[in-house]
């Protein structure tokens, strides 16, 4: 904020932290829609600030800064998988958007098309935004940049691109990224408590779902007060380490299940069949295995006592309550077919929507043969 001006030093960051929170905690109360509106709004600022920032930084760019160092000699390789864990965990998180399948109209199609371009565009995003860094901030600066807790913004002082450029990277990040991503942190995690009290592994109330927006607000309001505390804690960094961990443990066990299930229900009617599922899920535990093997000690043991309370819970509660597979009719009712025009609508914009992807995700990778051709 100092780069707009604006001198919010006396407040504690936990503060405005907690008080976005807490704004994005009412909206989700007020309905799928009203949250989602506010998440496009948000993305589509995003892009264009950063499109902005892009256009504003090309007369500042310095490609013999490629290749300005080099190392002595590669990291270890359990520093380096430590590292591809981190890595990894900035991509995560494209799934959450099965999280509303329930409150997503024609899901069958929509999720497994936004599934498939949420990757490239995760890829995208960050590799313009590394290629910008590294041709705008010269070598000599990158022991700053390790330790800064803003890189970017750190970067561009350095490199003395003060005032109009931090002004639009920060507006860019802070109210497009930023936001963005708190509103999908509070939506997605509800959902996912509210499903597991409907299926007894959580205390009932938490499913329970607000006859006035439809919205399941004890749920919501749960992750609120879990984020107030580790905000005010300070322990999101350490929190960060576990998710890494909890994440992939939740995706093999997601792996795991897909397995189960195309054994114990071959026949089951499925909207949507997953190409190679079987292959893909066998591929994923063995890698998420093998990287788990280098995380943080630490972390992994707080996991581990995470994992045994939650495997306690499941032998002393949800065990008891009978557990039968409905089927899908049972489960969400029927799945609407969209009209031959609806169809021939959402096809359009998922043209649309893939012919830009492809686009940009071209572009992010052409844009690294300009140091080496010229």
Excluded at 57 to 64: E, F, G, K, R, W
Excluded at 328 to 336: F, P, Q
């Amino acid at each position: 904020m100092s780069a707009l001006g604006v001198d919010i030093s006396m407040i504690d960051d936990r503060v405005i932290a907690c008080s976005l929170v807490a704004i994005f905690l009412v909206v989700n109360c007020l309905g799928i829609k009203q949250s989602g509106k506010v998440q496009n709004g948000f993305i589509f600022f995003f892009w264009g600030m950063t499109i902005l920032w892009f256009c504003y930084m090309i007369p500042h760019v310095h490609l013999a800064y490629f290749g300005g160092f080099a190392m002595d000699k590669m990291p270890p390789f359990s520093e380096m998988m430590y590292i591809f864990g981190l890595v990894w965990w900035c991509y995560t998180g494209f799934e959450t958007c099965c999280s509303v399948g329930g409150e997503t109209k024609f899901p069958q199609y929509t999720l497994p098309r936004a599934l498939k371009l949420s990757v490239f565009l995760v890829f995208a995003v960050n590799a313009l935004f590394q290629w910008f860094l590294v041709a705008l901030v010269s070598p000599s600066f990158y022991g700053t940049l390790a330790v800064s807790d803003a890189p970017y913004a750190e970067g561009l002082k350095a490199a003395g691109l003060i005032g109009a450029p931090i002004i639009l990277l920060c507006i860019a990040i802070t109210f497009g990224g930023d936001l963005s991503t708190i509103n999908p942190g509070i939506a997605a995690p509800a959902r996912y408590i509210y499903t597991m009290a409907e299926d007894h592994s959580l205390p009932k109330f938490l499913g329970k779902i607000s006859p006035r927006f439809n919205t399941p607000n004890n749920a919501i309001i749960l992750v609120g007060i879990i984020n107030f505390i580790l905000i005010a804690t300070n322990s999101i960094t350490y929190i960060a380490s576990v998710s890494l961990i909890s994440l992939a443990v939740c995706y093999m066990i997601g792996c795991l299940a897909y397995l189960g299930l195309k054994k114990k229900y071959p026949d089951l009617k499925r909207p949507y069949k997953a190409p190679m599922g079987v292959f893909g899920s066998w591929f994923t535990i063995v890698v998420y295995a093998f990287m788990l093997c280098f995380a943080d000690r630490m972390a992994l043991i707080t996991a581990a006592i995470i994992g045994v309370a939650s495997l306690a819970y499941f032998f002393l509660y949800t065990r008891g309550h009978k557990d039968v597979m409905p089927t899908l009719e049972e489960e969400i009712g029927e799945i609407d077919e969209p009209t031959a025009k609806e169809k021939m609508h959402i096809d359009r914009e998922y043209k649309v929507w893939a012919w830009g992807t492809a686009v940009v995700t071209v572009v992010a990778l052409a844009i690294y043969l300009i140091p080496i051709l010229f």
